[in-house]
Structures are given as structure tokens and as C-alpha cells.
């Protein structure tokens, strides 16, 4: 690999002695990894079913290493949601920022959402997570893997952060701004890279960075924290930038990151972290962890929520434009609540499927609009004007007056969750069959009812199909067929 000598040089005053083994590492494979997904089983069923040998991260409860041969992206068990594929040192600033159930948080550069999906998964279904990425064509691959992982709790925003910290105010109890960067520490994986810094190097990046830095730090409540990482090794966007931002908000602090073995302190001893492909078997990273001190913005004049008004102001400005029938000028079917239950009970035969549940759907956070039924998030502002591309859990939809559940609803399910399930093990061939999109025959002791299937391998969700008795109609997600 051919490296920019200006890039080289500041290697050189960067890591000291250091250097040569540094560039040593250029000459081996990159690290591989996978990330188990913690909503959909634990470390101890993952390690007695894995099909591959087993490797943990050392920063990552659930992280984990993998074979190049191994091709995890190609297994049934990716379809299922079981884990993500991931850079090994990409998994460390999630992991920093300890996200617990019931919390408000906030991705604000998601795509393509390795990152978010443990955000997400660590909630447990508990709380919100808002996954944002200002390109909204980057965002639709971040909402197909946030809803692989099964997680429902969630919004998918494509906006910039200064139109977010508008809306939103101090809402959020954690923040990760995993800053677009030159890409540094990613040379080794990604060779291509090196052209991009020669065209854009640390110099374009930082005043981006601030930016977000910047508007996410309004975003956070008083208490709450912030994790800031990259993939470079250039100071003026790592530590430089955490020096600018403790400068220009007087009411955030730096705390310590406990270090591993190999994982190193930031320049001039800064109490952040920083990962070399010479020190571990990852490539380079960086994070810093924030925190908006208690008790910061309370002299504000008025709270973000209350200029937003109250929950009756709120629905007025939701329920605004539509009629009696919750139909607006488009003839589109807007409702929420029971409202919106007793409409999927009258004009569908929603409630034939939601009884095979075991688990009936909140009626107070059911929403229909153009057909689509959703459950939003815990404490969700309908009255919010954001470019959402998805806003909590895609239930299904109403066509004629029949319901078809979604692939999200699929994911967030598993065997013992849909009445009229049908489990094939992985080494079923009849699973590929499945994700390719074929009709499946069903053996004598499997035939099933007529009506929705839940098809599953193992216990783990992968999709819909109809049963005829006999055999079963494919349904799965065209856009996710096996290729």
C-alpha cells in the first residue's frame, strides 16, 4: 500500500518509536468481526450454537472475532438477526457509551447502523432510539438493518443535526456522534480511502465535525452522556476537537475511559481512547466520553417541551386537517390510539391475526396513516416535523381491506411470540429455499392451519409466508432474498 508521505510524516511525531511497528501491521490482514445481537439471545446460546470458532472482542461484551473464510454475511443466522457484521474496533464506542433500558438516545450519524443496531439492542425494546443520517438513501440501509435486528423502538430520521436540535431540545440521556473523518484508521481495510484523504483530508473534516459536535451538545440532557469517536489518528479531528468543544460548552467535562490491554491514552495523556492495528487486533479508533453537567440549563427561560405544548396541543396539531372518519383532504387514513384500533377492527381483519400474538399491541401507541399501522416509540411526539422514514414499529398494512404483517413485525418476534409457527433448523434446506423466495412443501406431521405462518429457523424470526395446509406461500421481503 502506497501511503501519502505528509500522512506518513505525522505518523512518525505521533507515535515515535512506535512507528515501525505500526507500519508493520500494514502488511496483515485486517481483523473480522461479529456482533451478537443481545435482544435476540445471549452470549452463553450463541457460543453453544455458533457454527464458527469462537473469539470474543475484548471491548465488547457481545463482539466477536471472525474467520475470513467464514462468510457470516451468507449465513441463515445473519437473516435471522442474530448478529452483525462489524470492524472489531467499531464496536468499542457503543460499548463506552453503556446505554441502558428505558433510555432516550440519540445516533445522529447512524448509517449503515452497526453502530445503532447495539444502541438499539441494548434498550431491550425499552425507551426510544433515534437513528439519524442526513442522506436519506444511506438511511434506508440503516433502517433495513435496524429492523433485521428486530428492534421496534425506533424513529429513522434523515435531517441535519441543526435541524434535530430544533425540534428535539435537551431530550436525549445519551448521544453517540460517530463523526464523518478522513478515514485514517481505515487504510488497511479499506485501500480506496487513501485517494479520498489526498482530496480531503483532516483540514475539510474538522469544521463538520464541530458542527455536529456542536448541535448534539444541545441535544443532551442535563447529566446525560456523550460518546464522540472516529476512525482517524489525526489530533486536530480527535483530541483537538474535544479540546474545542469543552472550550465552547463550558457545561460538559471529560471523563476517563478505563483502558484494556493494548488500548492506548490520548495525546499528551488525555484520559481518551485510542486504538492502533499494531496494538490490537482491530483498526484505528478513536472516542471520548462527555457529559453535560447536572443541573446545566436550568436557568433557560423555557423548557424545549414546554415551547413544544401540551399533550393535547400536541395531538390538535397532529389530528389538524383531518375529518371525522381521521381521513385528511387526500383521502388518507391518519388516526391513532384506539381510534385507530377500533378502524383496523371495523375496515380489516387485523384482529384475526393480532389474536395469534401472545402479546396483544398497545392500542394507545397504535398509529394508521396511509394504510400503515405502527406502534411508536414510548413517549413519541406525533406532532414532530422531521423527515422520518420510520417512526416506531411497521406492523403491516391494510390492502382492501385484508392486513399483511411486515417484515419488521417478523423480526421483532420469534417462535413462541405467533401462534401458527413453523421452525426448520439451519441445516434445513429448505431454509435457503425460504430466503430465495420459493414456495415450501410441509411434510405430514408439519402441516399447519391456513392462515399466516411465522417462519423461523431455529427459534430466530425470518420472515412470512400464508399456509395452505400443506405447504406454505412465500412471503418474505423481496428486497432481503438470499442472492
Not at 58 to 66: I, K, T, V
Not at 80 to 89: H, I, M, R, T
Not at 108 to 118: D, I
Request: hydrophobic share 35%; glycine share 10%; net charge neutral.
Amino acid at each position: 500500500m502506497r501511503l501519502p508521505e505528509d500522512f506518513l510524516e505525522r505518523m512518525r511525531r505521533l507515535l515515535g518509536e512506535e512507528y515501525d511497528p505500526w507500519m508493520e501491521s500494514y502488511g496483515q490482514d485486517p481483523a473480522m468481526g461479529i456482533r451478537i445481537n443481545p435482544a435476540r439471545l445471549s452470549k452463553e446460546e450463541w457460543e453453544r450454537i455458533s457454527p464458527w470458532e469462537i473469539k470474543r472482542v475484548p471491548w465488547n461484551a457481545y463482539g466477536y472475532y471472525s474467520e475470513r473464510e467464514s462468510r457470516p454475511a451468507k449465513d441463515v443466522f445473519y437473516y435471522g438477526g442474530l448478529y452483525y457484521v462489524q470492524e472489531p474496533s467499531a464496536m468499542a464506542p457503543a460499548a463506552i457509551l453503556k446505554v441502558k433500558p428505558g433510555q432516550k438516545v440519540l445516533d445522529l450519524c447512524a448509517a449503515p447502523g452497526g453502530k445503532s443496531t447495539e444502541l438499539g439492542a441494548r434498550l431491550l425494546g425499552k425507551g426510544l432510539l433515534v437513528a439519524n443520517d442526513i442522506s436519506a438513501s444511506r438511511a434506508k440501509a440503516l433502517l433495513k438493518n435496524l429492523e433485521m435486528a428486530g428492534i421496534g423502538n425506533v424513529c429513522v430520521t434523515a435531517e441535519e443535526p441543526k435541524t434535530l436540535a430544533k425540534a428535539f431540545g435537551e431530550a436525549f440521556d445519551k448521544i453517540l456522534v460517530d463523526a464523518p473523518c478522513s478515514g485514517e484508521g481505515m487504510f488497511r481495510k479499506e485501500p480506496e480511502l487513501v485517494k479520498s484523504w489526498t482530496e480531503r483530508g483532516p483540514e475539510y473534516y474538522v469544521p463538520i465535525q464541530r458542527e455536529i459536535l456542536r448541535q448534539a451538545v444541545k441535544m443532551l440532557k442535563p447529566g446525560g452522556e456523550l460518546v464522540y469517536s472516529t476512525c482517524t489518528f489525526s489530533a486536530e479531528e480527535d483530541e483537538e476537537t474535544i479540546d474545542w468543544i469543552l472550550e465552547k460548552e463550558p457545561d460538559m467535562e471529560l471523563l476517563p475511559i478505563k483502558l484494556w490491554e493494548g488500548a492506548s491514552c490520548g495525546v499528551d495523556g488525555k484520559p481518551v481512547l485510542r486504538l492502533f492495528p499494531h496494538r490490537v487486533w482491530g483498526e484505528g479508533h478513536f472516542a471520548a466520553l462527555l457529559r453535560k453537567k447536572a443541573g446545566a440549563g436550568e436557568e433557560d427561560e423555557q423548557k424545549p417541551e414546554e415551547k413544544a405544548g401540551s399533550d393535547g396541543e400536541r395531538t390538535e396539531r397532529f389530528r389538524k386537517g383531518t375529518n371525522s372518519r381521521g381521513m385528511n383532504s387526500k383521502g388518507q387514513t391518519v388516526m391513532a390510539g384506539r381510534e385507530a384500533a377500533v378502524w383496523l377492527e371495523r375496515e380489516s381483519d387485523f384482529s384475526d391475526w393480532e389474536k395469534l400474538l401472545s402479546k396483544p399491541l398497545d392500542r394507545e401507541r397504535l398509529f394508521v396513516q396511509e394504510g400503515q399501522i405502527y406502534v411508536l416509540p414510548e413517549g413519541f411526539d406525533k406532532s414532530l416535523r422531521l423527515r422520518f422514514l420510520r417512526t416506531g414499529l411497521l406492523v403491516g398494512s391494510v390492502k382492501r381491506g385484508r392486513f399483511e404483517p411486515s417484515q419488521a413485525m417478523a423480526m421483532t418476534l420469534d417462535k413462541g411470540a405467533f401462534a401458527r409457527s413453523f421452525s426448520m433448523e439451519r441445516e434445513d434446506e429448505r431454509v435457503i429455499r425460504y430466503l430465495k423466495g420459493e414456495g415450501l412443501g410441509l411434510r405430514e406431521q408439519e402441516q399447519l392451519s391456513k392462515g399466516w405462518v411465522l417462519v423461523c429457523v431455529d427459534r430466530f424470526p425470518l420472515g412470512w409466508a400464508k399456509s395452505s395446509g400443506n405447504g406454505l406461500k412465500n412471503k418474505y421481503y423481496p428486497g432481503w432474498r438470499w442472492q
